[in-house]
Every structure is written in C-alpha cells, then in structure tokens.
C-alpha cells in the first residue's frame, strides 16, 4: 500500500495551483494504473510515524514548501520511515526547501534531502523550451498524427539536477 501525499503549503507555491493538482491527481492514477491500492494523505499526517508505518512508499508529488512550525516533526518522522521502517520515497523537485512564505528554510536549504535521500542539489536551468512530436502513427495513442507532428510545446522550461551523495545510488 502507498500513500500520495497532498500539500497544501506547497500547491500555495507551485506556479499554478491548478498544475498542482493535476500533478497530485497524475500520481493518483498512475497508482491505479499500476494496481497499487493507495490513500490520499495530508502534509500534517507526515509528523506521525503510526500514521505512516502502514505504508510500503509515500509519493510526494510536490513537497518542498512546509509550515515551520511542523518542519521538525515531518523531518523527523521521515527519516524513521525511510531508515527504520524501510518505507520508500518517491519525490519531485526539492523536498522540504522553503517554509509557507517561500523563504528557503534557514542554513543548508538542501539539508532534510541530504540526510534523507542521500541526494543533494548537482544543477538547474532553463531550456529554450521543449517540442513534442509524433515519431509516427503506428500505435493507438499517436495514431491521429502524422510523422514528426508537433503534439506539444512547452517554452521556456526550467529543471534541477540532483547526484547521490551516498556513494550507493545512481542518478
């Protein structure tokens, strides 16, 4: 069983609401697409290791900005979940780097990452954009374009890099 996590602090910050919530709701049905039976849990339920003891992985999908008063908790409760209880982490973006202002937390803004994924922060930037196109329509999802037909673009667009620091992982 998996929990998608919801956060409201950090959908506040997303660069639209509304993209976040689609992002949310992408992680939920790629759940059902896999057959993974899932609950939709909250920011504040992640300061509870009961809570979270029950679960085989938390996807976030989205999680960067927290309430300051709760980060202590969360970060805590996390780093039991992945290291004692073996529960997995699915993430995006930064995890746990700004509090509900928007303000990067203070000190190593990429502490919790570090400590908790063993990830820290290896690049950003921007692109001059993206082109989707159709290679051909052979199969059923392309079939109504025709080859090297745009499907989408999306300009500029901007990305992080991220490299393990444990010595253990692949990025």
């Avoid at 995006?92 to 203070?106: C, E, I, R, V, W």
């Amino acid at each position: 069983r998996v929990a998608v996590v919801y956060s409201e602090t950090s959908a506040n910050f997303y660069f639209d609401k509304t993209a976040y919530g689609q992002l949310f709701m992408a992680a939920q049905n790629q759940a059902m697409q896999a057959g993974l039976p899932f609950d939709v849990i909250s920011e504040s339920d992640l300061t509870n290791i009961a809570t979270l003891a029950k679960y085989d992985a938390l996807i976030l999908p989205g999680l960067s900005h927290v309430q300051s008063a709760d980060l202590a908790a969360i970060t805590a409760t996390l780093t039991t979940a992945v290291r004692d209880y073996g529960i997995g982490l699915v993430t995006m973006g930064n995890l746990l780097t700004n509090d509900q202002t928007g303000a990067p937390l203070a000190g190593d803004t990429y502490a919790r990452m570090k400590a908790i994924q063993g990830v820290a922060l290896d690049g950003f930037g921007t692109t001059n954009g993206v082109v989707i196109k159709a290679v051909d329509g052979s199969h059923p999802v392309s079939d109504l374009y025709g080859v090297n037909e745009q499907v989408g673009a999306y300009s500029p667009t901007s990305y992080l890099t991220f490299k393990d620091i444990t010595g253990t992982g692949q990025t």
